[in-house]
């Protein structure tokens, strides 16, 4: 019998986001280890996270921002908390009836 496939999220991310990601101290290690070596195709930055992953990055993604006090900084954090969540959102839409 084979073991079940745990369901994966590709997202596709620009140097920048990894970068904005990277510079978060609170990042869980896994994810980190995810970023800093992400699977590349063509010009594209790609990491492969389970739901409940990209569900825990968004949440440290919202920390960031609802706690830094420079505007732009909350900005580019607003900005990347809406992209993940799009990936999250869309994920959940495709697979509601499972």
């Known amino acids: 019998m084979k073991k079940a496939e745990k369901p994966v999220i ?3 991310l620009s140097k920048s986001q990894i970068e904005l990601l990277l510079s978060i101290d609170v990042l869980d290690l ?3 280890e995810k970023l800093k070596l992400p699977i590349r195709k063509g010009d594209k930055n ?3 996270l389970e739901p409940y992953e990209l569900e825990d990055l968004c949440g440290t993604v919202a920390f960031m921002g609802n ?3 420079d505007q732009k ?3 580019k954090y607003d900005r990347l908390f809406e992209y993940l969540n799009d990936y999250l ?3 959940y839409r495709k697979h509601e009836d499972e």
């Open 10 to 12: 590709e997202i596709i």
């Open 89 to 91: 959102e869309d994920y």
């Open 30 to 32: 896994d994810y980190e």
């Open 46 to 48: 790609i990491i492969n």
């Open 67 to 69: 706690h830094e006090k």
């Open 73 to 75: 900084m909350v900005r």
